[in-house]
């Protein structure tokens, strides 16, 4: 055949495939990785350390089955792990798990040929866990974390208290209810940036939330993997994974909003390089405050930096960095900014504490101050950048540090002066289930530096 024969149909060809390929990508952004037929896209690796039984000479035994792949060892003892093809820089991975309770497995996030990667657990076993994570092979175990264990029965579990975020948010005894042993259950991990970020869910619940402050110790893109682990004999027991898919994540540089906050509603409160939108809370313009493309409200002039707009009910999300044994807060619903004799303009808002501090009371980060203190205290070691989401809707306060939500506040049984809903005292005299509904959103100078990046907010 004349090869100019062969453009029109390489081309259809090429056109097709593409057709075929947006067709697949599903209602969330997904695509699929695994066609539930064949192992196409993927090949099997023996360099981990997993298959030394068999001399690295194979990288356990991996077939499909009832449209799932289903792993298990080869040979007493050997085992190894499925990489796909394709290699992924930020990304979200989804599927469907439906293990025997006894093999040790994983979920592998930028893994290379040797199994080096961030691992969203899949220890589903005794003394294991499920979508914890943990650092692989040359990443020397960091981290190594997990929000719960499995007890010696797969339908009892216990919390395990770490650095890890959120807490267990399914209490050991509702877990044989949430977890559906001998049933498909999905898991889901997030991965984003280098040093990453990384996020788990089961079942559609997030189960952890980690950012590594460890300085570049791996690439930027790898393979998605699946994992059996080494040791024991697991040659008859074995892993199943279905409806593998892949959502490809755009990073968002700072002080910009994603395609996805835009459709979303979302509008951007600072750009990164100006002071618009923001004064001083007695209206004079700021000193000084960007900084390296943050806002930081310390010696810029007042006792607040605040938007210039007003807003009622919205949902708040920002990036914060403190300084040693810093005091600060984010404000909201301020009104008016002319302070009443004797008092600073933050007796008119609302503050959510920002404090380099341990502990959880009414004075710690979290907190509304002085009037509801937080089930815990979620912030990251000073220096460490956190992340604040808070939502006010008519008299309900939440907010949510680390993505982990510590507080919820309900003004509307705060009705007198001086007194939390329990009788005990507060320094306010104001009974909150008056305080004004609309006002300014302010940023806290109380004595040291701190910085603010990525200041969103979507009205409700």
Known sequence: MNPKHLVPII??????SLTLRAAEVDAEGFRPLFDGKTLNGWHTSSKTGHSRASGNQSGGKWVIEQGAIVGSQDIPGNGGIILTDELFGDFE??????NDF???????????EDGTTFQAMIDYHANGNLMGIYG???????PSLRSFSFLERVTEIREVIAPLKPSLPVRPEAWPKFWRHGEWNELRARIVGNPPAITTWINGVKFCDWQDTEALRHPDRGSIGLQVHGGGDFTKQYV??????????QHTPDNTLSDVEKREGWELLFDGKTSAGWMNSDRSAPRNPIQQGTLNPHRAGHYMLVHTQQWSNFVLALDFKLSPHCNSGVFLRTASLTPSPGKDVGFNGLEIALDDTTTAGFHDSGALYDLCKPTRNAMRPVGEWNH???????????????????NEIDLSKFTSANRRPDGTQH????AYRDHPQKGYIGLQDHGSPCWFKNIKLKAL
């Not at 081309?11 to 097709?16: D, G, I, K, W």
């Not at 991975?93 to 439906?98: F, I, P």
């Not at 989401?389 to 309900?396: E, K, P, V």
């Open 11 to 16: 081309l259809t060809a090429f056109l097709a």
């Open 93 to 98: 991975v989804a599927l469907e798990m439906n």
């Open 102 to 112: 006894g093999p040790d497995s994983g979920l592998f996030l930028r893994s290379t």
């Open 136 to 142: 692989e092979g040359g990443l020397g175990a960091r």
């Open 240 to 249: 199943r994974y279905r409806n593998v898919r892949v959502k490809s994540l």
């Open 388 to 406: 604040l989401q808070l939502t006010a809707r008519d008299y309900r306060i939440e907010v949510e540090l680390n993505r982990e939500r510590v």
């Open 427 to 430: 320094k306010f005299d104001i």
